[in-house]
Structures are given as structure tokens and as C-alpha cells.
């Protein structure tokens, strides 16, 4: 079974530049996560996607921050623009549905630093 | 606001050792607790908790939930070099259902 895959695996930006980043969770699951883990910190949810909607995106700076699952499958996180302190490993994580279990699959992550 | 501590939040023993590592969390409307392992930067599934003192148990892992006191711990035996790595503690509500994570414990098994 393919794991969940992320790109970039590593992306260097100068602040106020914009960066995206792509997540294909494993096959036929439904729910979709992105976190941000800055070093030293636990992983912080950013949003929630059940199938192509939002299900929680309160911890989300949504001034700078905006994420899509179009078709329910692919997900896409940008960031625009990065400030410094969005430097930090970001997390895309799926499991096959939210309400039968809560055990994540956790993708490989892409490390952003922003100078 | 929800609350999942672990301590400490680094160890260093020697092979051999036992470890326990410890998380305590103060949520509203729990409804499991999860333990993973984090190895450079994908958490791996160790444990999933959900009922009190029932211990689920892997190879040389264990953990055991006690809802009363609101904590869980991973025992750790025979530690390897291999188990060098960051055990992250998460807690699930039912509302949302996302995993809250604690700052996790980073462990060092030296030879």
C-alpha cells in the first residue's frame, strides 16, 4: 500500500515570498489533515478535510495561509506571503474516515525555512 | 483550552534500560489517546487507547490509559539504539476528532 506522499521534501524562501506544497493521502481515504510542527513543538493541526470540505480550520492564519482538496484527493497548502516564524516542518496526515478511528498516516513532510 | 503534557521532554539512557515516558492531559470529551513515534519527520502508529487499564502491548512497547487520572505512559524495555527517537502523545476529542498533540519526549538509547 503506497504511504501518503508530500512535495517538496524541502523548500528555503526569503520572507514575504509565497511557497506551496502538494499531499496525496493513501487511496480511498476520506479525511485529510495538514500540521505544522515548528522544532522543539508537537505537530499543530492547521485544517480538516473530510472528503473536499473543511471540517476544522481554526488554527489556521487564514490572512496568509489557505489550503484546497479539490475532488476530495489531492491537497494543496500555500503560504503567501511566509512570514519568519513559518518555518517549520508541515505535515500532511489521512486517515479513511473520522468518525471509524483515529489512527493518522502520516506523510514524509516538507521542511520550509524561510531567511 | 486542551491540554496534553509529556514528560520529560528528553531522556538519555543506556541500551538495556527500561524507559517510561509519561503524558497527562486535561481535554473536554475525550475519546482516545494515541502514541506515536517519530523518527526524522513521519510519525509512525504505536498505540491507539481508548478503555482504562487495559495494556496494549507491541514487542518490547507497552502502554497503559487511566481515565481516573487522566494520563497514559509508554514503557519502553531492553531499550535498543533503535528506539532513539521523538515519542509524540496525542489526544482525541469528539468534537473534530483531530489528534492534539503533546511536545512529545525525545529519547536517546546510547550504545
Known amino acids: 500500500e503506497a504511504g501518503v506522499a508530500q512535495s517538496p521534501r524541502y523548500k528555503i524562501i526569503e520572507k514575504r515570498q509565497s511557497v506551496a506544497f502538494w499531499c496525496n493521502p493513501i487511496?480511498?481515504?476520506?479525511?485529510l489533515y495538514w500540521y505544522q510542527q515548528i522544532l522543539g513543538q508537537g505537530p499543530k493541526l492547521l485544517i480538516q478535510?473530510?472528503?473536499?470540505?473543511?471540517?476544522?480550520d481554526s488554527q489556521l492564519p487564514k490572512d496568509r495561509f489557505s489550503a484546497e482538496r479539490l475532488k476530495g484527493v489531492d491537497s494543496t497548502l500555500k503560504i503567501q506571503p511566509a512570514k519568519l516564524e513559518d518555518s517549520a516542518v508541515y505535515l500532511c496526515?489521512?486517515?479513511?474516515?473520522?468518525?471509524?478511528?483515529?489512527?493518522?498516516?502520516f506523510g514524509s513532510g516538507t521542511q520550509l525555512s524561510v531567511l | 483550552e486542551d491540554k496534553v503534557v509529556q514528560s520529560p521532554l528528553s531522556l538519555v539512557v543506556h541500551e538495556g534500560d527500561t524507559v517510561t515516558l509519561n503524558c497527562s492531559y486535561e481535554?473536554?470529551?475525550?475519546?482516545?489517546l494515541l502514541w506515536y513515534k517519530q523518527e526524522k519527520k513521519a510519525p509512525t502508529f504505536l498505540f491507539m487507547l481508548?478503555?482504562?487499564?487495559i495494556e496494549k502491548k507491541s514487542g518490547r512497547l507497552s502502554s497503559i490509559l487511566d481515565k481516573k487520572e487522566l494520563f497514559s505512559i509508554l514503557n519502553i524495555t531492553a531499550t535498543q539504539t533503535g528506539d532513539s527517537a521523538i515519542y509524540l502523545c496525542?489526544?482525541?476529542?469528539?468534537?473534530?476528532?483531530?489528534?492534539?498533540f503533546g511536545k512529545g519526549t525525545s529519547l536517546l538509547v546510547t550504545p
Open positions: 478535510f473530510q472528503n473536499n470540505g473543511v471540517v476544522d
Open positions: 481508548t478503555s482504562s487499564g
Open positions: 487511496s480511498g481515504h476520506a479525511t
Open positions: 496525542a489526544v482525541v476529542t469528539n468534537s473534530g476528532y483531530a489528534l492534539n
Open positions: 496526515a489521512s486517515s479513511l474516515n473520522r468518525d471509524r478511528g483515529e489512527k493518522l498516516f
Open positions: 481535554v473536554t470529551n475525550f475519546r482516545s
